[in-house]
């Protein structure tokens, strides 16, 4: 089946760095993939989407200049926590789906820790 | 907005049981997908089953089954025979169907977390 790659799996920063986590699909072009965040024994929230060769349309409520979205190929899509703070530490997992738009596969996730 | 309620925030089963698991929805739209998800304690989100909402017949996949009732906006798991690997938590999950055939994210519910008791 489809596969998507999302690195790292884990990542612990400092206050104020940034971070970025990548998320590739290896078998698929993917040309729409989703960002979701989910704290602690919580749900899963869609943060922005993102279309190939285009901007990534953010959900309410989520800082689009501190969640950059990059999709600039049908393999890869990136986010970039700009200037973390602790409040920033969550667990984000990405998802794509392919032409088809029939199936969405997702990443295994990255749990961003900000101390 | 579309909203996705389960209101069992646990279930515990015995082994080898049945189980359901409910999810209820609010939307506005009339052509949509509606999923269940199963994420482990390793946190990766597996498909369980899928419905699309034009389809009338309840989709099964082996010993997962729901029940979809399009008018009353319930959607609600069945488990047979379970085992110990179901263990985990159990997202209900929205997803629109866009005009031309676009993708939408998916709306969450805020799961449910069963435990099988051996």
């Known amino acids: 089946g489809a596969v998507v790659s999302q690195h790292p799996s884990r990542v612990i920063c400092k206050s104020g760095t940034s971070v970025k986590i990548e998320c590739r699909s290896l078998?698929?072009?993917?040309?729409?993939m989703f960002w979701y965040r989910q704290f602690p024994k919580k749900s899963l929230m869609l943060m922005a989407t993102?279309?190939?060769?285009?901007?990534?349309?953010?959900e309410q409520g989520v800082e689009k200049d501190k969640f950059l979205i990059n999709h600039a190929s049908l393999t890869l899509s990136t986010l970039t926590v700009t200037s973390a703070h602790p409040e920033d530490s969550s667990f984000y997992i990405c998802?794509?789906?392919?032409?088809?738009?029939?199936?969405?596969?997702f990443g295994s996730g990255t749990q961003l820790s900000v101390l | 907005a579309q909203t996705v309620t389960q209101s069992q925030p646990e279930m515990s089963v015995q082994e080898a049981e049945t189980v359901t698991l409910s999810c209820t929805y609010d939307?506005?739209?009339?052509?949509?997908?509606l999923f269940w998800y199963k994420q482990p304690p390793s946190r990766q989100m597996i498909l369980v089953i899928r419905?699309?909402?034009?389809?009338?017949q309840n989709a099964t996949e082996n010993r997962f089954s729901v029940n979809f009732q399009k008018a009353a906006k319930s959607f609600s798991l069945k488990i047979s025979d379970s085992q110990l690997g179901d263990a985990a938590m159990y997202f209900c999950a929205y997803r629109g169907a866009l005009p031309g055939g676009g993708a939408d994210g998916l709306t969450f519910g805020k799961g449910t977390h069963l435990i099988i008791q051996p």
């Open positions: 939307t506005s739209e009339s052509d949509y997908y």
């Open positions: 993102s279309n190939e060769g285009s901007k990534a349309t953010y």
């Open positions: 419905q699309e909402a034009y389809k009338q």
């Open positions: 998802s794509a789906t392919d032409r088809g738009k029939e199936k969405l596969f």
């Open positions: 078998d698929f072009q993917a040309t729409t």
